[in-house]
């Protein structure tokens, strides 16, 4: 086997793509089709709380064009990260849509289930022994962490995706995935190189995002060669460029040069990029280094409480030229208000000002109009809901020195003004832990009849 | 002096990984590339973002793609409370500000 072919039919399952493109996509004859389906970047919610990012409805169309071809073409579709966060109840979620298409085209094929959650008491045992290292600039993690932490999840690498397309698997549904790992695993297993299997993985896994123009809803196609691989646009509005695909490398990532994973890392030391006729780029050079032990990365989200939010401007110059201060005033009075409630979190957001940065807003200099997002979280809805509204009827009718205004300081957008938006989750675990080798934390369950 | 922004071809921000922010300036060719790169320097990050040198991870020349690539510690993990931008993709305007 000289060459490899992978289609990627988009950068997250549920992002969509047009039919033309994975068309054109199978036309080349690949040997697989793999998709993504997750990121942690949407933010701590949907890994605590179990649910995807992505609707359901949207997953369920871009899968059913992918088992279609699986099924008709007898070759393997490979999801990574099901559910946008891989815990097992995105597994359940995506699985259930998996077996509605499954029954609906009447058919039966070899499915392998892929779990990543992880046991705390293996992440305790771990901690004992020093083989729980941060990950970056991540917080300490504690025994309490741990135990308040609703999914806990491991990045798996090649090795159980390998196993289980050796156990017969056709469509492999995995949870928490490394990015490249979809694309990488059946070129490894058929003897390719790990170190450019993985690169190009890593490109292929956001589709068309690395062709230009760049589309996160688009098809991208990998051939796999021995000594390189090839990247090739479907869509005849893109096109593969040098810059496009070398720009993609830095792509979330902190070093283009070294990009570690689970087992050891990619070398892009001595990584040369191509450009070749049609649109389309050799990338070649690209090595894997396993490290001395195979680390994975752990991932976890913990419940911190619960909030509410009210929206409203502000176009009074006299009142955005002291909101800063208006805003403490108005935390005063509201913490003296509910003395006995001590443990809330009260924000205001000032678009206009610093909304957008924050503290790292080098010039927080209001425009001639506020936009204020009013955010109380605490440990029930009810608490929070009592605070956003009791802070929202405050700054209404606060009387700030040389106040003109007097029958109101804020302009509502919509009645009611608040709206409670649920449970907050923060990350709370991202480290790395030492394993024997890459299989050991993720069981495989076979469903499906066997080959 | 003249403005990075305006030999640039992208300027943009992003998370690498919740716990850091990163920003990538890609320039259109190899001259453009070598002329700005020495230029920018951790002292510069740490001024544009008034935080300390040492909350500037690294700066990476990545030849391949003409691109000079900024890391620094988010102010706190994406999502925690006072997040202001979970994605981390509207951190980059204080680079436009930067002269080499």
Partial sequence: ?451 | MRYVKDAALVIRSKNAGPYELTFDLMFPDKETFDEVRSSITREDIAQLYGIDVSQVLSIVHFKPAHAIKITIVRPHASGDLGETDVYGAQQHAPLLKLTY
Avoid at chain 1, 147 to 158: E, K, Y
Avoid at chain 1, 182 to 189: E, G
Avoid at chain 1, 365 to 383: F, N
Wanted: charge should be negative; proline fraction near 6%; glycine fraction near 10%.
């Fill in chain 1, 1 to 451: 086997m000289d060459e490899i072919r992978v289609l990627s039919p988009t950068a997250i399952l549920g992002y969509g793509f047009p039919v033309s493109s994975f068309e054109e996509g199978l036309k080349r004859n690949p040997h697989v089709i793999a998709v993504d389906a997750g990121s942690t970047d949407p933010g701590p919610y949907y890994l605590g709380s179990g649910k995807s990012f992505t609707q359901r409805s949207a997953v369920k169309r871009d899968l059913e064009f992918l088992v279609k071809a699986s099924v008709e073409r007898n070759i393997p579709l490979i999801i990574g990260t099901a559910g946008g966060s891989g815990a097992r109840p995105h597994v359940e979620w995506n699985l259930d849509i998996l077996r509605e298409i499954l029954e609906a085209l009447n058919v039966d094929v070899p499915l392998a289930v892929i779990y990543s959650d992880i046991d705390r008491k293996l992440v305790h045992e771990k901690l004992e022994l020093g083989q729980i290292l941060p990950c970056g600039p991540a917080r300490t993690l504690t025994t309490e962490t741990l135990s308040s932490t609703t999914n806990l999840v491991a990045q798996m690498g090649i090795e159980p995706v390998i196993k289980a397309l050796q156990a017969g698997a056709q469509i492999v549904l995995a949870g928490r995935a490394y990015d490249p790992v979809s694309f990488a695993a059946l070129p490894v297993m058929k003897g390719f190189d790990m170190g450019l299997a993985l690169h190009m993985g890593k490109i292929l896994e956001c589709a068309a995002i690395a062709a230009n123009p760049g589309s996160g809803s688009d098809c991208l196609m990998g051939y796999l060669q021995h000594d390189s691989f090839i990247l090739e646009a479907l869509n005849p509005q893109r096109e593969c460029t040098r810059l496009s695909i070398a720009a993609h490398t830095l792509y979330e990532k902190s070093d283009p040069y070294s990009l570690p994973g689970p087992g050891g890392r990619l070398d892009l030391t001595n990584t040369t990029f191509e450009q070749l006729d049609g649109g389309r780029v050799r990338v070649s050079g690209t090595v894997f280094e396993p490290t001395e032990n195979y680390y994975v990365k752990l991932e976890g989200a913990q419940l911190i409480g619960y909030r509410t939010i009210s929206i409203a401007g502000v176009r009074d110059p006299i009142m955005i030229k002291q909101i800063d201060s208006v805003i403490e005033e108005v935390k005063k009075r509201v913490k003296d208000n509910f003395h006995n409630l001590n443990d809330y979190y009260l924000h205001v957001h000032c678009y206009g000002k610093n909304g957008v940065m924050g503290n790292l807003e080098p010039s927080p200099h209001p425009g001639h109009e506020l936009g204020l997002v009013i955010e109380a979280v605490a440990a029930t809805q009810d608490i929070a809901d009592t605070i956003c509204s009791f802070a929202r009827s405050t700054l209404l009718h606060y009387g700030y020195p040389g106040r003109k205004s007097t029958a109101g300081n804020l302009a509502f957008p919509y009645s009611p003004s608040d709206f409670p938006a649920g449970e907050v989750y923060q990350f709370s675990v991202h480290h790395l832990m030492q394993v024997e080798d890459g299989t050991v934390l993720f069981p495989i369950e076979m469903r499906g009849s066997q080959k």
